[in-house]
């Protein structure tokens, strides 16, 4: 669940990924606005065809593919499945909401039910969007620990980036997630990206278990050295 909304164990808070902007609470819980990693860095939008634009989408398909050689193959045995949001909020759009929830009415009528306390107590909307938290998603199979709508345009896009995502030239590992490691994970992407980068963990202060890989690129004398070294301990060997 790409960003997903932090629930601390009481539920006492949940703080929400840019871009989002909602006013009020959702779940009787106060809104903390700000970045679920790290403070928002204030970058202008990045250019498709500059450095951090292809560093971004070099992490992104990383992370894709570490999450289904790691992640997707453990979900059937997971001891705490993310689809049963306990712990994580699911952000949907009306499509996705209707068709999950497998709702009959139009939105106006649903978002009225909702306003008046008489929807599912699990969802909450704001911003345009709706929340489901508290109760297990109506697409989790428990019988097999897997999604029903697995590989239809309804799943939430959300739900395909947890726990691993790329977020501006950096990468968030969401140790929420059982089978979330972090050192497979930064030898994954230090694999993907090469010898020019260095990847730095960073653990959320109020959130510990949100870490973010900070990634920077090493200076060129710095990335010749090291490759001068390697040679040398293969030449010695």
Known sequence: MRGAPVCTEDCGSIRLPQPLRLAGALFKTAIVFEPIARASSGRLPMSPRSPRHLLAKTLTAAAAAYQAENIISHCPQCAKPCCRLDQLVLELDWKELKAIWQLKETRKEFDQRLAAGKGPKEIRAGNGLY????????????????????????????????????????LIADLRCEAVDL???????????????????????????????????????????????????????
């Open 131 to 170: 929340y489901g938290h508290q109760k297990a998603c109506p697409a989790f199979d428990e019988a097999h620990g897997s999604c029903k709508v697995y590989d239809q345009d309804i799943k939430p896009p959300g739900c395909s980036d947890f726990p691993v995502y790329e977020n501006d030239g950096d």
């Open 183 to 237: 050192e497979v994970l930064t030898d994954w992407i230090t694999r993907a990206l090469g010898p020019g980068y260095r990847i730095v963990q960073s653990a959320d202060e109020q959130f510990p278990f949100i870490v973010t890989l900070l990634v920077t690129r090493i200076a060129a004398a710095e990335t010749s050295s090291r490759r001068n070294a390697t040679k040398a301990r293969v030449q010695r060997q």
